[in-house]
């Protein structure tokens, strides 16, 4: 097997998703979704109904952030897997960092594969987000 240039079993990327998310971009966010759970959008509600300290961010905001950065890694059109779990909530303010570990390498029907572990943790390395992925490459 040729191996995908580029990519080495153990090898960790690591991606920068935001610096100091803003309630804007959460907001924002509920209205691409359709999500406007107020635990989300309504600081009143998150506080004094939800007992939470502030409004959070979606999970899947938080999902997609890390999917568009895999997507980036990979080049359009090459995730044919992607899942994970949500750890932790997201807070304005946070800012998240993505990795990607490189766990597998492997060939099917022909194609190069690459299996990853991935981690979004916030500014004080909380995972909050974490899963695995498949990715094709152009092998080399």
Not at 22 to 32: E, L, M
Not at 68 to 90: I, N, Y
Request: one cysteine or more; aromatic letters at 8%; glycine letters at 10%.
């Amino acid at each position: 097997m040729t191996v995908p240039v580029g990519f080495s079993v153990g090898e960790c990327r690591q991606v920068v998703l935001v610096e100091d998310l803003k309630r804007t971009q959460i907001v924002q966010y509920a209205g691409a979704s359709g999500d406007f759970n107020p635990l989300h959008t309504d600081e009143r509600y998150a506080v004094e109904v939800a007992k939470s300290p502030t409004v959070f961010a979606h999970g899947m905001l938080t999902a997609g952030m890390t999917g568009m950065a895999l997507a980036d890694l990979a080049g359009e059109g090459h995730v044919t897997q992607f899942g994970g779990r949500f750890l932790e909530r997201v807070w304005p303010g946070d800012s998240l960092y993505a990795s990607f570990t490189v766990t597998a390498i492997k060939t099917e029907n022909d194609k190069a594969l690459i299996d990853l572990d991935l981690v979004t943790r916030n500014q004080n390395d909380v995972p909050v987000f974490s899963g695995r992925a498949t990715v094709t490459v152009a092998s080399g």
